[in-house]
């Protein structure tokens, strides 16, 4: 009889302590950092939209003794709407795999990390169809690698003849002309931000730093905004057979807005996040997704269901608040998408 080798000695399975998932680090998204979210009681509502140009008018005037003086008044748009559209997916847990399931699986732990993740997928490529793109906001910007005509500018990966700095400054008279509001945020796609972070202009600013090393926080200096964002999530395009991973957000674009610090009464914001605080949800948790993760019994089925569930609605609010700048970097340096 022959002697035993290592694989009969040992029988394959699991690692109590390791498992390997991926999945989007928190940091790469940024449809839950940008624009405020308004919490509302209904599902649906409206908001107030002022004139703009009646409050920019100059009407004061002397008023002589005994007289009314001037007066005068502003008025209001058409209002704005919303409808918080329910945003859910589940995932099922058959008794028979969690009682078949080794030590590394907590199946209802994995599977809420999923539904998790599902939604914010779901959510950040809503927020680039809604924000990153060309022909939502007031003004658009083409970057060009020859030399560039009205509302162009060089690609800024072209060491040689682009000044993204005094780009985004020149963009930021275009917003504060159209609303009297200086934009306050830069987001930019991580392609972008890594031709930005090696840019002689951007590198000339903080050549002596300490650290050496450009962080969004110093970038945000550099280009005077209080709030300088990545989009660098991946999602996977393609059905179950097909795989393929692609950026979740345009890879070329970046965009330049003011943005409320917070929901308030007469204040523009480039764009809020609408959500319904559904009260018998109950509380969504610390979570700034702010999903609602249930679990259910399936009863004779036999399992146990997770559902996540958000109900929200991603709305541009006023698009003079700012401006894209489309093609930012010459396209096809690289193959990825």
Same mark, same amino acid.
């Given at each position: 009889m022959p002697e035993? =080798?290592?694989s009969d000695l040992h029988i394959d399975t699991f690692l109590s302590n390791l498992s390997i998932? *991926?999945?989007?680090?928190?940091?790469?998204y940024v449809a839950d950092k940008v624009f405020p979210v308004v919490t509302s009681k209904k599902q649906s509502d409206k908001y107030a939209i002022?004139? !703009? *140009? $009646? @409050?920019f008018r100059d009407e004061a005037k002397?008023?002589?003794? /005994?007289? $009314?003086? !001037?007066?005068?008044?502003? %008025? /209001? +748009?058409?209002p704005g709407t919303f409808f918080c559209n329910e945003y859910s997916i589940f995932k099922d847990i058959a008794d028979e795999d969690r009682d078949n399931a080794d030590d590394v699986f907590d199946l209802d732990e994995e599977s809420t990390d999923w539904v998790v993740e599902m939604l914010r997928i779901s959510r950040e490529r809503r927020w680039g169809? =809604? *924000?990153?793109? =060309?022909?939502? @906001? %007031?003004? $658009? /910007? +083409?970057?060009?690698s020859d030399a560039p005509g009205t509302d162009e500018f060089y690609v800024w990966d072209d060491a040689t003849n682009s000044t993204p700095i005094e780009d985004v400054e020149s963009a930021k008279r275009v917003v504060k002309v159209a609303t009297g509001l200086m934009p306050n945020t830069f987001v930019v796609a991580e392609r972008v931000f890594q031709s930005l972070k090696n840019h002689a202009d951007v590198l000339d600013r903080y050549k002596y730093t300490q650290t050496g090393i450009l962080t969004e926080g110093l970038i945000a200096?550099?280009?005077?905004?209080?709030?300088f964002y990545t989009a660098g999530a991946i999602y996977s395009p393609s059905p179950k057979g097909t795989d393929t991973m692609a950026y979740a957000l345009d890879q070329y674009g970046a965009l330049l807005v003011y943005v409320a610090p917070r929901p308030t009464k007469r204040r523009p914001s480039g764009g809020y996040t609408f959500r319904w605080d559904r009260p018998q949800f109950g509380d969504a948790g610390g979570d700034r997704l702010q999903s609602t993760i249930r679990k259910f019994d399936l009863g004779s089925k036999g399992g146990t269901r997770i559902r996540g569930s958000v109900y929200e609605d991603i709305k541009l609010? !006023?698009?003079?608040? %700012?401006?894209?700048?489309?093609?930012c970097?010459? !396209?096809?340096? =690289?193959t990825i998408t």
């Open positions: 035993p =080798t290592g998932a *991926y999945m989007n680090e928190l940091k790469n002022y004139n !703009a *140009y $009646d @409050w002397q008023r002589a003794p /005994l007289t $009314d003086g !001037a007066g005068g008044s502003y %008025g /209001l +748009e058409t169809t =809604t *924000y990153f793109g =060309t022909g939502i @906001w %007031g003004t $658009d /910007l +083409e970057g060009q200096k550099v280009f005077g905004v209080d709030n609010v !006023a698009n003079g608040c %700012g401006v894209f700048f489309n093609n970097i010459a !396209a096809g340096r =690289t």
